[in-house]
């Protein structure tokens, strides 16, 4: 991402080259006395009130209409707000050219037949397309060197993952195989313990194989966090009380890979599961383009649960590279008890 003293030294670049080109086709078409009224009294008023609403637009569209619309697709919205701005820019012009400086001057700078509604908006509208465009053109420039430098970092980072993993694992195929030869043997004489080889054999898989896309299936990963609770719980047998619930419809969504298994790891690395009177909560919940996930249990530690558990500032740093402002994390820990959520895009 651009560093903001960066981004102003392109809009200050263009503003040398908006009022540049204006002043050369004054040159051009006005010939030398035209261009110097520029610089004169009181045609330099009319001119900095120009620039005034020019660049007044300008830095609406880019800071809130753009951002406000184009990140979230909203096309219409963007259309109605330019048509919006187009009249912002009429009645900053009107007010500054002909209430301020008619007062200083006593000169209208339009005339009495052109200084209606109709012409004054349809003449001003041509300024203003041009603002609008400009800074709709620089901030989609910038929009797109940002996702190319977060696509950069996320492709980095999934590297190093790649390579920590790399070093550590175990050789998955001898691994799997040797999981399969226990099934095998086991699934007539001792099914139940033949099925949960299975489940641990599908639990690794996952980890090993699927975990290393950037987005992962969603049934997959709900299927994924069920075998890691089951394994909790026959450790614990009916000493576990854990209430984990899914709504919604869970189709072909897609999410990205190991971020839910964040918050259900943190409930049990941190949380206390054996006490009935305070049952852990996970709840996940499907929409039909957000998938939010809560948790909530009480601490079985002494350390800053919101710092550590679940590595909450890489988690962040993900979530912005992959969605930016359009995830909601929360954390919250109240005496002894702690609650985490993440609502984000499908």
């Known amino acids: 991402m651009k560093p903001v003293q960066q981004k102003w030294r392109y809009h200050l670049l263009l503003i040398f080259l908006v009022i540049a080109l204006d002043l050369y086709g004054d040159y051009v078409y006005l010939n030398k006395p035209g261009f110097l009224n520029n610089f004169l009294y009181p045609g330099f008023l009319y001119v900095c009130s120009m620039y005034i609403t020019f660049f007044s637009i300008y830095f609406i569209n880019f800071t809130w209409l753009s951002p406000y619309t184009l990140i979230k697709k909203k096309y219409v919205a963007y259309i109605i707000g330019a048509i919006g701005l187009t009249f912002l820019f009429a009645g900053i012009r009107y007010v500054l050219e002909e209430v301020i ?77 040797t999981l399969n030869s226990f099934y095998s043997e086991l699934i ?25 896309e950037d987005f992962v299936s969603l049934e997959k990963d709900l299927k994924f966090i069920e075998d890691y609770i089951y394994f909790f719980r026959k450790r614990f047998e009916t000493n576990f009380f854990v209430d984990y619930t899914v709504s919604g419809e869970v189709t072909n969504q897609k999410v990205p890979s190991m971020m839910l298994i964040h918050f259900v790891e943190n409930v049990f690395k941190h949380g206390i599961l054996h006490d009935a009177s305070v049952r852990a909560e996970i709840k996940i919940k499907v929409d039909i383009d957000t998938i939010k996930i809560y948790t909530k249990n009480k601490i079985n530690t002494s350390e800053n649960y919101t710092e550590s558990g679940i590595g909450h500032t890489s988690l962040k740093r993900r979530l912005d590279m992959l969605f930016e402002e359009s995830y909601v994390l929360n954390n919250k820990q109240e005496v002894s008890i702690f609650e985490a959520s993440l609502q984000m895009p499908l």
């Open 101 to 177: 400086i008619f007062s200083i001057t006593g000169n209208h700078n339009y005339a009495d037949r052109t200084r209606v509604f109709d012409y004054y908006i349809f003449d001003n509208s041509y300024y203003s397309i041009k603002a609008i465009l400009f800074s709709t053109t620089l901030f989609l420039l910038f929009r797109f060197i940002e996702n190319q430098t977060k696509l950069f970092q996320l492709q980095l980072e999934n590297k190093k993952t790649e390579l920590r993993f790399l070093k550590s694992q175990l050789e998955p195929h001898f691994l799997f195989n």
């Open 188 to 212: 007539e004489d001792q099914p139940k313990i033949a099925k949960d080889i299975h489940r641990l054999s599908d639990l690794l898989r996952f980890v090993t194989y699927d975990s290393q």
